[in-house]
């Protein structure tokens, strides 16, 4: 059963460590940390992606900034409370990590599969240049009842096509995770940079 819930959701990552171990939360005595992770994109340019990984995958009192990973696992979203408010945290969790000696040319780097519900009314619109856009929020089963909300973003054809999917829908998704930096406006003075992360969708299936 445990197994089968896994295959709804599979992220394959491949990028350059570019932060020290900072310590997240233990269960059950096992320790877990976070790392950011560079992975390039096609146009040169990078997403930093946050991953989680046990203590016990790797010596995390070691310092690997400038290594290069193989990490494969899930992507997972957790709610935390802040000013009054829910934000939802997402992470790549590390089920494997397997040090490379550099980035492998023409390799997949990103890739991500999730199979799930639709759980919020797709938001559909156009960019001033006319670019469709659709922002997605599935639902993704995990084992012990709980589920991960992952944001997703669709374009052009994909776009119309999720433009039309109903709240409750079974979705499939293939792409890849990326990083998005805005600014949180806090009150009319103060504002902040943040980084959001989605799944930039290539390809998509849908059922009612």
Known sequence: MADKVIENNQVSMIGEIVSEFTFSHEVFGEGFYMLDLSVRRLSDSADII???????????????????IRVSGQFRSY??????????????????????????????????????????TPVYRKTPLGREIADLLIAVNRPYGKSDYIPCICWGRN??????????????????IQ???????????????RVAYEVSVSKLDYED
């Open 50 to 68: 946050p991953v989680m990984i046990s203590e016990r995958l790797v010596d995390v009192t070691e310092d690997y900034v400038g290594e290069f």
């Open 79 to 120: 709610n935390r409370h802040e000013e009054k408010k829910n934000r939802l945290v997402l992470s790549v969790f590390a089920r494997e990590l397997e040090f490379i000696d550099e980035e492998v040319e023409n390799a997949k780097t990103n890739q991500i599969f999730l199979d799930g519900y639709i759980c919020k």
């Open 159 to 176: 776009a119309r096509f999720a433009s039309s999917f109903e709240v409750g829908g079974h979705a499939q998704i293939w792409g890849r």
């Open 179 to 193: 990083s998005r930096e805005y600014v949180k406006k806090l009150d009319e003075f103060e504002s902040e940079k």
